[in-house]
């Protein structure tokens, strides 16, 4: 099978020195060339290093995109007939404005794609604009621009997939310690069904040590391709295979958005940076704690009985999630009538059914989504409240979607609730990740569970897993999911310009030239 051949640039940034910075970035990008490759990354902030205290601190290093970096990049990839991707501190000519971007350089040494950071640094860049265009055509697919922390929050991955793009590059500034990026960008890719390649730094400068900091490639299953560090300079390689036309085979990507339900996630949109609290705002329940416990029963284990039998385990105010399975009319009353002994309620979704139900001394309340052609939005989702905390009832399935966990966090859902059949280490990080959308994930199957609760800060996800029988426990302070801080700017009218209508169908917003419209033969992709 052909590849596309594509080069990182893992470079030791030394700090306030451009010329020298550009002088290596050129050399390894004229070696990834003579070895084949098709396309070259640089990192972010390639040319100054990345710890400035001011404006005027950085000023003698902005450069615009026609400057001294951007013109022997031009040339470089002209003369070389390859793809080139470098970042730095932008000057914008007109408005004297500062910008953390990335540019990208064509064979014919053309200037391909601007792209300023949205997540900009607050001590002398200005945010990108939300609604930028960061995709652009080659002759292997349409490829996608994002810098280091926008690829944090889940929607600005999801809106370059829904644009189109088959690959995202990420150039990066991203140092050891907290949440392990690879992680994050493995996630971004197993959730939009593309490939992702992050060129990360090396070396050292002020406060930061970068010299443990890891490039990445991620595959469209989110299988690491490359995940690697380098105390020095070094040129990494990420190999990706091609079809039978030489391009990048999107299915996963196209699978994925034709699950997609827009008119579930519209909440989503609402802004709520000025929201202080949620509590008062959405009417929830007053915050407290939640014992949360996922039920692995054992092998031969009947999950209702083990239920039963563990009694004792389960603290008064506490949400009990069981696997799927087909559960008998008997079962479902077991259930019932362990739900109504006490502060307990049970979460389990019947395999026969397909709904996932929900007991507690009011009875039993179940959800599912709305078939195609039902009117939806963020009021229908099946939410429950028991006490602290406002419930999404759902599945991986579904909340592989990042828009749907942000409309359900947005309406007032403290926790989503998932009962599964199977559980694997991706469908574990895809709960440990997902509350980074400000909303607390618990998942329970047969073979595994986990449970991710928000994070403070860009730190690693805090929660447990487990793929043992016996109880995943965790406790939720619905105090602190109260406190959502979201990612405001998002291209929204991209996000929703694409993507199945009521019927079933794809449709294109107007104005909106972003390509090919998505086909709705393919086949919906689970995780």
């Known amino acids: 099978m052909p590849e596309l051949n594509v080069a990182l640039a893992h470079l030791a940034v030394e700090h306030g020195q451009p010329e020298k910075n550009l002088a290596e970035l050129l050399r390894l990008f004229h070696r ?72 990208v350089f064509g064979p014919d040494g053309a200037l391909v794609k601007r792209y300023r950071k ?32 926008d690829s944090y929050y889940a929607l600005p991955s999801r809106v370059t997939a829904v644009k189109g793009a088959d690959l995202i590059f990420v150039p990066a500034n ?12 493995r996630q971004r890719a197993r959730e939009n069904g593309v490939y992702l390649l992050a060129a990360n730094r090396t070396g050292q400068e002020r406060r930061m040590d970068c010299r443990a900091a890891k490039s990445c490639a991620a595959a469209p299953s989110g299988a690491a391709l490359l995940d690697r ?51 008062g705002f959405l009417k929830l329940p007053s915050p407290g704690r939640l014992n949360i416990h996922c039920l692995i029963p054992g092998a031969d284990e009947n999950p209702v009985d083990c239920l039963i039998h563990r009694r004792q385990d389960f603290d008064p105010v506490s949400l009990i999630v069981l696997p799927s399975r087909s559960y008998s009319a008997s079962e479902r ?18 395999g026969a059914t397909g709904r996932l139900c929900f007991w507690t001394k009011g009875g ?14 963020a009021a229908d989702l099946p939410r429950v409240e028991f006490g602290p ?13 990042p828009e749907l966990a942000l409309a359900a966090a947005k309406w007032g859902c403290d926790l989503a609730v998932a ?53 995943c426990s965790c406790v939720l302070d619905t105090a602190e999911t109260r406190r959502k801080k979201f990612q405001e700017r998002i291209d929204y009218e991209a996000l929703f310009s694409w993507g199945p209508s009521r019927s079933g169908d794809f449709c294109k917003g107007a104005g909106h030239a972003l390509g090919q419209v998505p086909e709705d033969r393919f086949q919906k992709t689970a995780i």
């Open 419 to 471: 009962s599964e059949s199977r559980m694997d280490e991706g469908r574990a990080a895809l709960v440990a990740l997902r509350p980074i959308e400000q909303i607390a994930v618990a998942a329970c199957a047969r073979d595994g569970a986990a449970i991710g609760l928000i994070p403070q800060g860009h730190e690693a996800g805090r929660g447990v897993r487990t793929f043992r029988e016996g109880l």
């Open 364 to 377: 039993e309340r179940s959800g599912v989504w709305p078939s195609s052609g039902a009117t939806a939005d």
């Open 333 to 350: 009353e077991g259930i019932g009538n362990f739900a109504e002994t006490g502060e307990i309620a049970v979460v389990a979704r019947d």
């Open 229 to 279: 560090a380098a105390d020095a300079t070094a040129l990494m390689w990420a190999r990706l295979p091609l079809d039978e036309h030489g391009h990048l085979a999107g299915l996963r990507r196209r699978g994925i958005l034709a699950s997609r339900r827009r008119e579930a996630c519209y909440r989503a949109v609402g802004n709520f940076s000025v929201i202080e609290n949620l509590t």
């Open 174 to 185: 991203w140092p050891p310690g907290g949440l392990d990026p690879s992680d994050l960008w």
């Open 118 to 149: 949205i997540s900009a640094e607050s001590r002398w860049a200005c945010p990108g604009p939300a609604a930028q265009n960061n995709v652009f055509d080659t002759p292997w697919g349409r490829m996608g621009l994002l810098i280091c922390s």
């Open 32 to 103: 990834a060339a003579d070895e084949g490759a098709r396309i070259a990354v640089g990192p972010e902030m390639s040319l100054s290093g990345y710890c400035f205290e001011s404006r005027e601190e950085i000023a003698p290093f902005a450069q615009e995109a026609d400057g001294p970096a951007g013109t022997a990049l031009g040339k470089l990839a002209g003369e070389r007939g390859i793809y080139l991707v470098a970042a730095w501190a932008e000057r914008d000519p007109l408005t004297g404005i500062f910008y953390n971007s990335a540019f």
């Open 389 to 401: 905390a406002r419930i999404l009832l759902a599945s991986l399935d579904e909340l592989i979607h």
